[in-house]
């Protein structure tokens, strides 16, 4: 199914056209016909970037890489009476008529629903090397439901194990006074220099999103907010984050920033923000590439006025 | 903190007025400290079910019962001068002037503020009792960052491992036709007879919440929906679920109800949940009680009008 429903500019890494057929991969015996199905088709990853050939996703057919067996692979799901998986060739990964390339790059470049594919692949495919053992009881796991589950192989455990989403909250905080509308950006230290985001961090146990947002904005910038609202998600392959993009609204613009998290942290003007976006190479800063979600709720309050 | 910034009606398991404390809980001298004050105080649980007294939570002083030493603890935060831990005292606790009790049912009780920190110790200390292993290689994990992570204590892989938060869509579809307004509710098998509640299910790797939205209603009602809209957001400590309350718009009636996850699914028209909602016994029918996230999203649907 294709659930390209997000209102306004798209997101990169949505949009993924395929049918997850959550009902489809737990019957083993459909899967296993699948895998040796010729209309089937594989995505190889290599230190989980994918395979690019002319500058579009690589799809390759079992035979091409002599089979899947032995190497992790996970269904993503099927398109028409076309399965698609993803499969790990590991770090010494090399096929002829393309290359391997970072999903950042290649975000950059992919129609919107191949890249969404590749976040697909790569965070499932991650989730299953991190995972070969049960946290349970420490004995070795098995891959089930076609990669949607991995299984205890213990007989007196049998824990059944699911691949993580972390939802994390980003938030860009406003501000009005007489003088105009303020955004607040910070920098962490491993940005590049001169770069700015909104602010973010992961949900934790026992809190709304809300409450996320309140507590992070809190904790690095010593400010308060009111109103905090939704404004739209994106799903994020690094590893597998839900990216959970907000609004709210400050009173008071003195700033205790957290100096463990950051080294720095402003303010910036409507007039500044909308410069930046505009490719304004003069300013002192600059802001998340398009394909960040950062980028999006900068975009739409600039435009908001 | 105190973070009650919801809007509307305050949400069960939200609420949670402790600090957590995010940087000093990365010194373990000063969680050491914390751990030996006669300020701080410790909730005990048996089987994640929290210590009640007097119909409040049972908190208590480390000499209370002999020092936590040898059981799984966690920092939940701090209030004013005092740290607030949980401590997991096994299937066997006892402890004499009160009872442990299920959070559903201290949830009918207990001020907001203590259900959250129920739902906060409760799905940390579940995750704890789950991780107790590196699921990279099979190691013993050790406990660190005052609970907030798991370390493996194999020199060669030392992986660093964090509690779950797992995203959960739940979504009110509503449709409006000549006759009037609905709304679209199912069955779980595993649901009391007569009990109907909103479609839900986990965000997967690769999906925005808006995706998750349009494909959990494809699967499981058969149905295309638009305008997909976040409404409010719930801890949920089952073990330790995020859920994420959507509204979509449907403009088809059709149901294809997916058998596999569901035994009932129907329209139901804003009278009869406005009844339902007033308490009228008459109908053949019930919604979730008011410390679910369902119940509220259905009661802010019915006084739409």
Same mark, same amino acid.
């Given at each position: @199914?294709?659930? @390209?429903?997000?209102?306004?500019?798209?997101?990169?890494?949505?949009?993924? $056209?395929?049918?997850?057929?959550?009902?489809?991969? &737990?019957?083993?015996? %459909?899967?296993?016909?699948?895998? +040796?199905?010729?209309?089937?088709? +594989?995505?190889?990853?290599?230190? *989980?970037?994918? *395979?690019?050939?002319?500058?579009? &996703?690589?799809?390759?057919?079992?035979?091409?890489?002599?089979? #899947?067996?032995?190497?992790?692979?996970? +269904? &993503?799901? #099927?398109?028409?009476?076309?399965?698609?998986?993803?499969?790990?060739?590991?770090?010494?990964?090399?096929?002829?008529?393309?290359?391997?390339?970072?999903?950042?790059?290649?975000?950059?470049?992919?129609?919107?629903?191949? =890249?969404?594919?590749?976040?697909?692949?790569?965070?499932?495919?991650? %989730?299953?090397?991190?995972?070969?053992?049960?946290?349970?009881?420490?004995?070795?796991?098995?891959?089930?439901?076609?990669?949607?589950?991995?299984?205890?192989?213990?007989?007196?455990?049998?824990?059944?194990?699911?691949?993580?989403?972390? $939802?994390?909250?980003?938030?860009?905080?406003?501000?009005?006074?007489?003088?105009?509308?303020?955004?607040? @950006?910070?920098?962490?230290?491993? *940005?590049? $220099?001169?770069?700015?985001?909104?602010?973010?961090?992961? #949900?934790? $146990?026992?809190?709304?999103?809300?409450?996320?947002?309140?507590?992070? #904005?809190? !904790?690095?910038?010593?400010?308060?907010?009111? /109103?905090?609202?939704? @404004?739209?998600?994106?799903?994020?392959?690094?590893? =597998?984050? +839900?990216?959970?993009?907000?609004?709210?609204?400050? /009173?008071?613009?003195? &700033?205790?920033? /957290?100096?463990?998290?950051?080294?720095?942290?402003?303010?910036?003007?409507? /007039?500044?923000?909308?410069?930046?976006? =505009?490719?304004?190479?003069?300013?002192? *800063?600059?802001?998340?590439?398009?394909?960040?979600?950062?980028?999006?709720?900068?975009?739409? %309050?600039? !435009?908001?006025?």
């Amino acid at each position: @199914m294709n659930t @390209m429903i997000s209102a306004g500019n798209p997101l990169t890494f949505t949009g993924n $056209p395929l049918d997850r057929a959550e009902n489809q991969r &737990l019957d083993a015996d %459909w899967v296993a016909a699948r895998l +040796l199905d010729p209309k089937s088709r +594989l995505l190889p990853y290599r230190n *989980f970037e994918p *395979f690019i050939r002319d500058g579009r &996703l690589g799809w390759l057919d079992a035979t091409d890489i002599g089979g #899947i067996a032995g190497f992790p692979w996970v +269904l &993503l799901g #099927i398109e028409g009476d076309s399965a698609k998986f993803a499969v790990d060739l590991g770090a010494k990964a090399d096929i002829a008529g393309g290359e391997f390339q970072d999903a950042r790059t290649v975000a950059a470049f992919l129609p919107l629903e191949e =890249s969404a594919i590749v976040a697909q692949g790569k965070s499932l495919l991650d %989730w299953h090397a991190r995972h070969g053992f049960c946290a349970k009881c420490g004995a070795p796991t098995r891959l089930a439901k076609a990669g949607a589950q991995r299984i205890c192989t213990a007989e007196s455990c049998k824990a059944e194990h699911f691949p993580r989403v972390d $939802p994390v909250a980003i938030m860009l905080v406003t501000r009005t006074d007489a003088r105009g509308d303020y955004c607040l @950006m910070g920098r962490q230290p491993r *940005f590049p $220099p001169g770069m700015y985001s909104a602010l973010a961090g992961f #949900i934790e $146990p026992g809190e709304s999103l809300e409450e996320a947002v309140a507590r992070e #904005i809190w !904790e690095e910038a010593g400010l308060r907010v009111r /109103d905090v609202r939704y @404004m739209k998600s994106q799903p994020w392959p690094y590893p =597998s984050s +839900l990216m959970i993009g907000c609004r709210a609204i400050a /009173d008071d613009d003195k &700033l205790t920033p /957290d100096m463990n998290e950051l080294d720095d942290l402003q303010w910036f003007t409507r /007039d500044q923000v909308k410069a930046v976006l =505009s490719g304004d190479k003069s300013l002192n *800063f600059f802001v998340p590439p398009r394909f960040a979600i950062a980028h999006h709720l900068l975009r739409d %309050w600039a !435009e908001d006025s």
